[in-house]
């Protein structure tokens, strides 16, 4: 049964891997988002409480 021997699949599975982890990284760590986050301020904002009727 050939699909038993581990010879050529082992060797598949080592040669797609080794393409995965030269190829696919750099372009992942390269990609740049279009809307850079903003450091938020410091300041708190002003909020009021809700008068809101509880009955």
């Not at 080592?14 to 301020?41: D, Y």
Request: hydrophobic share 40%.
């Amino acid at each position: 049964m050939p699909q038993l021997n581990p010879t050529p699949w082992f060797a598949i599975l080592i040669f797609t891997w080794l393409v995965f982890l030269t190829i696919i990284p750099p372009k992942v760590s390269t990609h740049t988002f279009p809307n850079e986050p903003t450091s938020r301020s410091t300041e708190k904002p002003q909020t009021e409480p809700w008068n809101w009727p509880w009955h």
